[in-house]
């Protein structure tokens, strides 16, 4: 944790005790163990939470909260989903709280990422000074509701195409800052991984093989620039396909192909004794999922898992000396 970035004006402002102790002497052992148990790396996840609470504590601490509770009045949040679905980024949620309680938060978490939650469902508990349990509330409900979204989507397209033998592929369509959040969500949902950045494996598209001049030409420079990385070459007909598999690509992308073309390149990568690898991308829907995993290729490229998928509807109950207080996930501010 010593990585941390500090924001000393933000936490300041949210409490003055935030920025007299390191950030590793408050966070209770159990939430990072529980984000390193997740792959997440505590240095990112507290560099995103520094950031989104910057945005509501830049300024100066909560005036409402401030103006309505007592510095010594405590509580318990508990955050409760109202609708059903799959949960991502619970530890993620906790470290907020931790972050702003400093020390005087005690957090809970009740649910595993990955599972189905149900409407009525504690997910998480957190206990303390109530003016930092509403410091951090919408951060923390910000995330935890998009992160249970792309879980919850993926889970949905991936439903979808089971028993096919095809995989829900994410895509770099991420929102700025939150790529390895949301990745994460995706493997919550029981989707997989693409690459991360634009340096851990090869994506040949259209425009680097017209540069190129062709397909094995724009193979060739890759495969010999980077032996080491994995690449993708994209192609958009059944010609550049077979062009692909003969210049040695073990994994191609068929960009906006309709499900005949799709068929001719699973067949044409039959020959090839399991050696490539196919990946369908471009114009899918929920409609036609299980109709173009059935053609037979591995992997559907889905862009809306990240860019797209709607929050799941979680809120945060106040209780303790505030009891029957309800503080919607819709409420802004």
């Not at 529980?34 to 997440?40: K, N, R, V």
């Not at 309680?101 to 504690?122: E, F, K, N, W, Y």
């Not at 993926?154 to 959040?181: C, E, F, H, V, Y």
Request: glycine letters at 10%.
């Amino acid at each position: 944790m010593s990585e941390h970035r500090s924001d000393e004006g933000a936490r300041s402002a949210a409490n003055p005790a935030m920025s007299e102790l390191p950030l590793s002497d408050s966070i209770d052992p159990l939430i990072s163990d529980a984000l390193q148990a997740a792959g997440l790396s505590p240095a990112m996840v507290a560099d995103v939470v520094d950031r989104a609470l910057a945005e509501d504590l830049a300024d100066g601490p909560d005036v409402t909260t401030a103006a309505t509770i007592g510095t010594d009045q405590v509580g318990q949040a508990q955050a409760v989903p109202r609708e059903a679905g799959v949960l991502a980024g619970l530890a993620v949620a906790g470290y907020v709280f931790a972050v702003v309680g400093q020390g005087r938060v005690r957090v809970q978490l009740l649910a595993t990422d990955g599972s189905i939650v149900l409407p009525g469902q504690v997910l998480l508990s957190a206990s303390g000074p109530v003016r930092d349990l509403l410091t951090a509330e919408r951060t923390a409900l910000n995330l935890l509701t998009h992160l249970s979204g792309v879980a919850t989507l993926t889970r949905i397209w991936s439903d979808t195409i089971r028993g096919s033998g095809a995989s829900i592929r994410d895509t770099r369509k991420t929102l700025p800052g939150l790529r390895a959040l949301e990745k994460y969500a995706v493997r919550c949902g029981g989707g997989v991984n693409h690459r991360m950045s634009l340096s851990d494996a090869a994506l040949i598209k259209d425009n680097h093989i017209a540069a190129a001049g062709s397909v094995s030409k724009a193979f060739e420079l890759v495969r010999t620039a980077v032996p080491e990385l994995p690449v993708e070459i994209e192609v958009d007909t059944v010609a550049q396909c077979e062009e692909a598999i003969e210049a040695g690509a073990d994994l191609i992308l068929l960009d906006n192909m309709n499900l005949a073309e799709l068929r001719s390149c699973v067949a044409l990568a039959a020959g090839t004794g399991g050696r490539v690898k196919l990946e369908a991308s471009g114009g899918l829907s929920l409609q036609v999922a299980a109709a173009v995993a059935g053609t037979g290729v591995d992997y559907l490229a889905v862009g809306s898992l990240t860019h797209s998928a709607p929050v799941l509807d979680i809120g945060l109950d106040l209780a303790g000396p505030q009891a029957d207080v309800r503080l919607p996930t819709g409420a802004e501010g």
